[in-house]
């Protein structure tokens, strides 16, 4: 009996021990492994100890926006040389904070894979649909259309696979269609429109009366809004808004009624080969040449380029619009990027180049501040991070809308280039403060971290 | 007033390039029986005979460009320019007008080629099938151009001195504000030069008259002792060379790219089903009329009635004529009715 109880009471106390022993390590154990508490947990696409991962750029190939695709993969492929600590390093020589080693993401050799979005929602998705299941990548980015960002990344949310974006400027993108699996480098017309109008009042005043031409789709439709709000609030009046099909060719149908509207300013919310078209027949038809109202007669264009100002000739020299980013921009960052794509290709690099380029970059270094791949860790880094160095000053990805804030570029067609790539003038650098909203306004829900 | 008057303008000038395109068509279509849908192609191709020779005429020297100093960039300097000065700058800014010189014989060529090498086996296959095949080689012609020439249309502005608009308001007593493009009157002009040059030659020269004879009946103009498909493939060409100087002066009112013709082409084929399949007067009334119907629609005082009309008008009538009278308003009779 006594040596039961003494059995017993041995046995608690070793019992005892064993189970203290097990608490304690396992009380202290997420304090030890903290940082990889998630490694364990599984997600779509986790490279686990491979030795490489990849990324997925999805970019129009072909199609209207395919020189642009064009433009954002010679980016993308710079930008995997320079994680993979290749070539002289790009932006990764001036990017603050900045916690990639230049050896590939946390270790892993960097490689992508390429799709081509034909700038066709439908095609867009299944092309990034099958980079995720087929190719494995853990991360989609590219694009040149606003209807292409908000697809594929509806698509990202569902699959579990972050999109960084490339050149998309509706306020949709991250107002109401914004997910939390989706981020923006690149502005978008609520911007373009708060940066123009300082720059229109001071110009042209605020006796005019526009009239718009918009491309009818989510990006034209917000633009207009966007453009009419700045400038009715200038106090100018709207004698109309017409919508424009899609790649119309020939809009001289739509262009003749401006000659006598009343209209003294022409606002052509058309991007790319619209826009290249409609300014051309715009200025063909005499408008730039007229007097209306006593004024000589305007064209803004909200949106463009150094591609479309290419493509548009001499017909851009004067106008005013928007831009995300130019070559000519003198801070270290910009100076690093058009350095190491000169070399690389010969000319200087787009806008579309640029946010691509970056976004890429973006995204590793979040990785490698993360310490996972795991999407969830990945998103909440990029959540509010505030960065420098990558061109348009200091830059934050705003956590509310996953919208980054920068300064905007308010640019005229240049009329006396010193170059055959000087075709944008900077005209102002928009401080970020002038630009920001409050992310209520465009509504919208991010949607979970988990799917 | 204005207003209307101005989409007349705009109506016929649309409709002049609806017509010329749908006139190859037709005359293929009625001469040859194949429905070719890389008519559109040949508009494009003739359009990049423009940007073509204004490339060669623009061969350059590379000048080091010092004013990139982040990397070796490279300035061009044209080799016209540097041996003919102020000429050599003329010549360039006539390119468009020159290329009609190359864009002849070029595009006779390729209609040929494409006649005798691909359509010809077609002859006896039903429409589908050359539907299917003269779309493919449409596929393959915008692929290779792309290939060469990128996807982003290219600028290639008409002559310095018809750069402006025709204050053609202050001459016809309609006020300062009628204003309209010189160019776009020009090729005005130039579609019905070319249209009345097409009615002329079949109309005035023997060739024209067996060929006509061969339209309505090919079996006995054969039994003559005339080959008539040697004949018919002379025509398949002069078809490529209207759709190509069409190209060719259009490319100054719309850039080209590389899918212009695929623009075109839908809206041509309706031009040829509303004028009457194989009818030449009826592609040419169906282009001018559907061109002008076109302008009218997108009025804002029409959209305002029935937004979105503007995008749909062309598609209507042709829904109409197909109910109301299936061979198209000129068509003859018995040619698509069943």
């Known amino acids: ?451 | 007033m204005d207003a209307i008057f101005l989409q007349i303008l705009n109506g016929l000038d649309k409709g002049g390039a609806y017509a010329l395109i749908a006139l190859g068509l037709t005359l293929v279509f009625g001469t040859l029986g194949v429905v070719n849908f890389a008519h559109g192609a040949l508009f494009m191709l003739g359009a990049f005979c423009a940007i073509t020779l204004e490339k060669i005429l623009t061969i350059s020297m590379k000048v080091k460009d010092e004013s990139i100093t982040f990397f070796d960039a490279y300035k061009e300097q044209p080799y016209l320019e540097i041996w003919f000065g102020d000429f050599g700058t003329t010549i360039i800014d006539w390119s468009v007008p020159i290329s009609i010189l190359l864009a002849i014989p070029v595009m006779l060529l390729i209609g040929l080629v494409m006649e005798r090498g691909l359509i010809k086996h077609f002859y006896k296959r039903p429409h589908a099938e050359q539907i299917l095949v003269t779309f493919g080689l449409a596929i393959v012609l915008q692929e290779i151009v792309k290939s060469f020439f990128g996807a982003n249309p290219i600028p290639s502005p008409a002559p310095e001195i018809f750069s402006g608009s025709a204050p053609i308001g202050v001459l016809l007593g309609l006020g300062e504000s009628v204003v309209y493009p010189w160019w776009r009157l020009i090729y005005l002009l130039f579609s019905g030069i070319i249209i009345f040059a097409v009615f002329a030659f079949l109309q005035f020269t023997t060739f024209g008259m067996v060929v006509r004879a061969g339209m309505h009946d090919r079996e006995t103009v054969g039994l003559l002792g005339i080959n008539v498909e040697h004949r018919f493939t002379i025509v398949f060409g002069i078809a490529a060379v209207v759709a190509g100087l069409a190209g060719v002066m259009y490319a100054p009112i719309l850039p080209p790219d590389y899918h212009m013709g695929m623009d075109f082409l839908v809206l041509s084929f309706v031009v040829v089903v509303v004028g009457g399949m194989g009818s030449l007067g009826g592609a040419v009334a169906a282009g001018f009329l559907l061109g002008i119907l076109q302008s009218f629609a997108s009025m804002n005082e029409v959209k305002a009635i029935i937004p979105g009309i503007d995008q749909i008008i062309i598609y209507l009538v042709a829904v109409v004529i197909i109910l109301v009278r299936p061979r198209g308003l000129m068509g003859r009779k018995g040619v698509m009715e069943d």
């Open chain 1, 1 to 451: 009996m006594s040596d039961d109880k003494s059995k017993t009471s041995e046995l608690s106390r070793r019992g005892f021990i064993k189970v203290g022993a097990a608490a304690l390590t396992a009380a202290n154990m997420p304090m030890f492994f903290v940082k990889d508490a998630w490694a364990a947990k599984d997600f779509r696409n986790n490279p686990g100890n491979a030795g490489s991962v990849k990324f997925g750029f999805n970019v129009p190939q072909t199609g209207a926006y395919a020189d642009e695709g064009a433009d954002e993969l010679r980016a993308y492929k710079l930008a995997v040389k320079h994680i993979n600590g290749e070539g002289d390093g790009g932006m990764l020589n001036t990017m603050k904070p900045l916690t990639l080693k230049g050896n590939g993401i946390l270790g892993k050799k960097l490689e992508y894979v390429t799709g081509d979005t034909q700038t066709k929602s439908d095609a867009a998705r299944a092309s990034a649909k099958r980079m995720i299941e087929k190719d494995g990548v853990v991360m989609i980015t590219g694009g040149s259309s606003s209807g292409v960002a908000v697809a594929v990344q509806g698509l990202c949310q569902e699959m579990g696979v972050i999109f960084m974006a490339g050149l998309t400027h509706s306020n949709d993108t991250t107002g109401k269609d914004k997910r939390r699996y989706g981020f923006r480098h690149f502005f978008n017309a609520y911007m373009s429109g708060k940066a123009l109008g300082p720059v229109l009042k001071e110009e042209m005043g605020t006796d005019r009366k526009a009239y718009h031409l918009t491309a009818d789709y989510t990006w034209g439709w917000t633009q207009e809004e966007s453009i009419k709000n700045t400038t009715e609030a200038l106090g100018w009046q709207t004698t109309a808004a017409v919508k424009t099909p899609v790649g119309a060719g020939d809009f001289s149908q739509y262009i003749t009624p401006v000659l006598n509207s009343g209209a003294d300013v022409l606002i052509l919310n058309h991007y790319g080969k619209d826009m290249i078209n409609s300014l051309t027949q715009a200025v063909q038809f005499g408008l730039r040449d007229k007097q209306v109202n006593g004024k000589n007669f305007e064209i803004v264009v909200p949106l463009f380029s150094r591609l479309m100002a290419q493509g548009a000739g001499e017909n851009i020299k004067g106008i005013l619009g928007t831009t995300n980013w130019n070559w000519s921009l003198q801070d270290e960052g910009s100076k690093a990027f058009v350095k190491s794509f000169g070399q690389e290709y010969g000319f200087p690099p787009s806008m579309a180049a640029h946010t691509c380029y970056v976004q890429a970059l973006l995204y590793a270094n979040a990785v490698e501040q993360a310490g996972t791949f795991y999407p969830p860790e990945v998103i909440k880094t990029l959540e509010g991070f505030k960065f420098d160095g990558m061109g348009n000053g200091p830059t934050e990805y705003r956590a509310e809308d996953h919208q980054c804030f920068k300064d905007v570029l308010v640019v005229r067609g240049n009329q006396n280039p010193t170059s055959q790539f000087d075709l944008l003038q900077v005209q102002k650098i928009v401080p970020r403060s002038e630009v920001e909203y409050d992310a209520k306004i465009f509504g919208g829900e991010l949607g979970p971290y988990e799917v």
